[in-house]
């Protein structure tokens, strides 16, 4: 099991995630205290708390995805 912090500051971040999410032939979650929500849900993803870290987890090998989710981490996040 596979398990990264991200941070998604905005809609736009959102929807880049799911999009990465969904070129992923497994299961991606995403949690956020106790809620789970499946990653490739746009829905799902939007009714989180993007103001907050959330944690992605999976099992499965997408290097790409994996590059991306590192991008997305909360130190390499910078308020504008």
């Known amino acids: 099991m596979k398990q990264y912090k991200i941070m998604l500051p905005g809609v736009a971040e959102a929807k880049e995630f799911v999009a990465a999410a969904t070129k992923c032939d497994f ?12 990653a490739k849900s746009i829905l799902g993803v939007l ?12 099992n499965g090998e997408n290097v790409e995805f994996e590059t991306y989710l590192l991008e997305k981490a909360p130190s390499r996040i910078h308020a504008a």
């Open 27 to 38: 299961d991606i979650d995403v949690y956020y205290n106790r809620v789970t929500i499946d």
């Open 47 to 58: 009714s989180l708390d993007l103001t907050k870290a959330l944690t992605v987890e999976f």
